[in-house]
């Protein structure tokens, strides 16, 4: 079992920027792959950005050249670097560790931004 905790999440004006950042409880494997999920009442969590072990990316495409994922292998931690905030990142922002080749996936209880224009 893999605790992760979101933080870094809050009110920001469009255009700024804002971190997020989540710790996970345990040294991830070298093939989880950990990432960003966000969503908004009453629609499907939208994947954001996920980095594999050897640091390979995947970005949505509404984020993609405006966010950034990376990751302090060390201490356990994933960082979702948001620039240029449209209101329509506006959303809770979940933490997620998908262990393979299990297809186990686990999840922090989430983070809310909410960008103003």
């Known amino acids: 079992q893999v605790q992760l905790v979101e933080s870094g999440g809050g009110l920001v004006q469009a255009g700024k920027s804002l971190t997020l950042s989540c710790a996970a409880s345990?040294?991830?494997?070298?093939?989880?792959?950990m990432g960003w999920y966000r969503q908004v009442a009453e629609k499907e969590r939208e994947l954001v950005a996920t980095m594999d072990g050897d640091e390979g990316t995947f970005y949505g495409d509404s984020v993609k050249g405006r966010f950034t994922i990376s990751r302090d292998f060390a201490n356990n931690l994933v960082f979702l670097h948001m620039h240029n905030l449209e209101p329509e990142d506006t959303a809770v922002y979940y933490c997620n560790l998908h262990r393979r080749p299990w297809g186990v996936d686990f999840w922090g209880l989430g983070t809310q931004v909410t960008v103003t224009s």
């Open positions: 345990s040294r991830p494997f070298n093939l989880d792959v």
